[in-house]
């Protein structure tokens, strides 16, 4: 057995990910063909939402976003008026990368860290079609941030990132929580910045919901909550060893209300933190290792399925 195929689907090396551009482009076909659809601008984003570059203000109209109120002008007429946004031609697109322990976990196609790096690689090239600088972070291990590129070599440093961040820390420095890895990359940004969380849903806390509510007010955010089959629904009845190699216990899975406990949590959990992301402003979706990447991070940021003929 080769040594690409021993580690295929354990870690994303950097020519897969460099391969992913050819399926990056069924993405943007996706979006100009709703653009099209729609009689929408030029700027064609999986991202939805409009531009945060300052244009100017008008009487608010009925349907207008209440986040977008003028009220300096406002308050100046006595009449409410909205801002108006142009597209950023300088737009940031973003990328936070969780690499806490939990992440190196798979039963299915490919652990949570690979596919969590699919997706990764694969909304870079995507922004890099629109013209996008690309930034990178990095939660669950020692903290860095790479710095805001164009062009090709800004997508080539955060495939780089990508693939680092998979392997075990070099050194015993104190790992970042997501929170401190959010305001870091917040300093990188500027306003109408795109930012993908790629998540083990056990790094969600109030900390970082806080930072999250920070970056909604000037940015746009999508998560995708990483999970494997295993966690989404429960293996067939037995009594099962695990271990983690220094030591084992036994998981008794045989009986009816055994399965429907361990169902029950992982919904609940991976429910929770879905409802909490939303309610900070973010799209966030459950995506499983043995999803096609593309199929699933269309859905996250279009919310609807890519057909086949896409």
Do not use: N
Not at 31 to 46: C, F, K, V
Not at 255 to 266: G, L, N, T, V
């Amino acid at each position: 057995m080769s040594t690409r195929s021993a580690l295929h689907g354990v870690v994303a090396e950097l020519p897969e990910l460099v391969a992913l551009r050819v399926r990056a482009a069924q993405l943007g076909r996706a979006e100009r063909h709703r653009s099209a659809d729609r009689l929408s601008g030029l700027q064609l984003s999986p991202f939805r939402g409009r531009g945060m570059e300052y244009a100017e203000s008008r009487p608010y109209a009925a349907g207008d976003d209440v986040r977008h109120i003028d009220w300096r002008v406002t308050a100046r007429t006595g009449r409410t008026h909205t801002k108006l946004f142009q597209p950023e031609r300088e737009r940031i697109t973003a990328l936070v990368y969780d690499a806490a322990p939990t992440m190196a976990f798979g039963t299915r196609v490919c652990f949570k860290s690979v596919q969590a790096a699919r997706i990764g690689a694969l909304l870079a090239w995507a922004a890099l079609a629109e013209g996008d600088r690309l930034a990178a972070t990095v939660c669950g291990r020692a903290r860095e941030v790479v710095a805001p590129f164009g062009a090709r070599r800004g997508v080539l440093r955060v495939l780089d990132a990508l693939v680092r961040w998979q392997q075990p820390p070099a050194t015993a420095a104190a790992p970042a929580a997501l929170e401190a890895a959010l305001d870091v990359l917040q300093r990188q940004l500027r306003p109408g910045s795109h930012i993908l969380l790629l998540l083990d849903p056990r790094s969600l806390d109030a900390g970082a919901e806080r930072a999250l509510q920070r970056l909604r007010a000037h940015h746009d955010l999508a998560a995708c909550v990483l999970a494997d089959a295993l966690e989404a629904a429960p293996p067939p009845p037995a009594r099962y060893r695990i271990g983690d190699g220094r030591q084992s216990l036994a998981l008794a899975l045989d009986s009816s209300d055994a399965r429907a406990a361990w169902q029950e949590h992982f919904e609940q959990r991976h429910g929770h933190v879905l409802e909490r992301l939303r309610a900070v402003g973010a799209r966030a979706r459950l995506t499983l290792t043995h999803e096609d990447p593309v199929h699933a991070l269309h859905e996250l940021l279009s919310g609807m399925p890519l057909s086949s003929a896409a």
